[in-house]
């Protein structure tokens, strides 16, 4: 997302199913993601599969059908390293580095004792995790069978215009409109259930509108390579700080104008052709090709919507900041940058990983999940 919008300015503006079944499901999803793409990059989005993709599509439908838990197989993740500090604006101690070289943690021993996890004294078990810019739910399968085999219950949603989302993304006028699907999820909520919030990317801003509208719902929230925004700040803000483009990543981005060449754009097409380079450097073939043919155009509007965020409200949540070492697209000093201006709680670092550790790292970023999810809350302090 990061690449994407770099150069622009405001002026510029529970039954079994088989895998067959499974496998057809998917496809036709991907075929929706197709015909609900603007008119004239219908072209672009093509969807085609071949027995090179078959297998990530069989995963993705997994995630949208909610049949981790009945899968008896793990899937054959990479293992690899971590490394966790706290920030600068934080007053606790860290927690201890993470990677395969050292005795296993317990909550890596989780990985293969799920039943451990339900019956700690966990403040909540529920995830929420929340796509960036052009993603979709899709994105998260990986993590969420992870999270499932740790016994966490763990729901990923398609934001308004994205993913499997029926709506066209030209049509949302504001952040309100875009986050809907999450707010959904808030609006539903028993009394006293809360949930640990999770954004990637443009997800960043999303859950801090979020957590501005229920601090009392959210036990910790997460940001992932993410905008973590200070009060009056937009997610284009943070975007137009960063610096150092290769001349591949300077190239234009292509706009819609849905409302005509006179009005602001209404949506971003990403250039897929930028998606390996800049986004995806360290994951593997079948996860760029899952992503080459599922994400959706970024709307507009709340990409330049500036967020007024109080200390009582999305101050009085704990937060977490996991930064990815090896980001072309979200770059570290930026990353930083928003980390020293909007102190968090805890700091965590991935070693070796692109814009997507869900893709690229996702037994490491399971294990700060899982730390993040057993850190005390009388341990916390909160920043405000």
């Known amino acids: 997302m990061g690449n994407a919008l770099g150069c622009i300015s405001t002026e510029g503006v529970k039954e079994k199913t088989s895998k067959h079944e499974l496998l057809a499901s998917f496809k036709g999803r991907a075929g929706l993601l197709s015909s609900l793409s603007s008119s004239e990059n219908k072209k672009k989005m093509a969807v085609s599969f071949d027995g090179r993709l078959d297998e990530q599509a069989l995963a993705a439908a997994l995630l949208f059908n909610h049949h981790q838990r009945n899968n008896g197989n793990s899937l054959p993740f990479p293992r690899s390293q971590s490394v966790v500090y706290p920030s600068s604006g934080s007053k606790k101690h860290g927690l ?17 004792r799920p039943d451990q996890l339900v019956n700690q004294d966990l403040e909540t078990n529920r995830v929420v995790l929340v796509h960036g810019g052009g993603f979709g739910a899709w994105c998260w399968y990986k993590t969420i069978s992870l999270l499932e085999e740790a016994g966490f219950k763990a729901d990923a949603v398609d934001l308004t215009g994205s993913g499997i989302h029926y709506s066209d993304t030209n049509i949302i006028r504001n952040l309100a409109e875009y986050v809907k699907p999450l707010s959904d999820i808030f609006y539903k909520l028993g009394e006293g259930d809360k ?40 997610a284009l803000d943070i975007f137009s700080q960063q610096t150092g ?76 900041y996991i930064k990815t070492r090896g980001d072309c697209a979200l770059h570290v000093p930026l990353q930083e940058s928003m980390i020293k201006s909007n102190p968090p709680t805890q700091v965590f670092e991935l ?25 005390p809350s009388k341990h916390i302090f909160k920043s405000i």
């Not at 201890?96 to 293969?112: A, F, G, I, W």
């Open 96 to 112: 201890t580095r993470s990677s395969s070289s050292r005795r296993r943690s317990h909550s890596e021993s989780l990985l293969t």
């Open 195 to 234: 949930v640990i919030l999770v954004g990637h990317d443009l997800g960043g801003a999303c859950i801090s509108y979020v957590m501005e509208l229920f601090p009392s719902k959210i036990a910790k929230a997460v940001f992932i390579a993410a905008t973590m925004l200070s009060s009056g700040q937009s």
């Open 245 to 320: 483009f290769s001349d591949l990543t300077r190239q234009p981005q292509t706009f819609i104008y849905a409302n005509g060449k006179d009005n602001p754009p209404t949506a971003i097409v990403i250039d897929k052709t930028l998606l390996r380079d800049s986004w995806f450097n360290q994951s593997s073939t079948k996860d760029v090709a899952l992503a080459s043919v599922s994400m959706r155009p970024i709307p507009f509007a709340p990409v330049v919507e500036k967020l007024f965020l109080s200390s009582n409200n999305y101050g009085s949540i704990p937060r977490f």
């Open 351 to 375: 070693k070796g990983s692109d814009h997507a550790p869900f893709f690229s790292k996702p037994q490491a970023l399971h294990r700060i999940l899982v730390e993040i999810s057993q850190v």
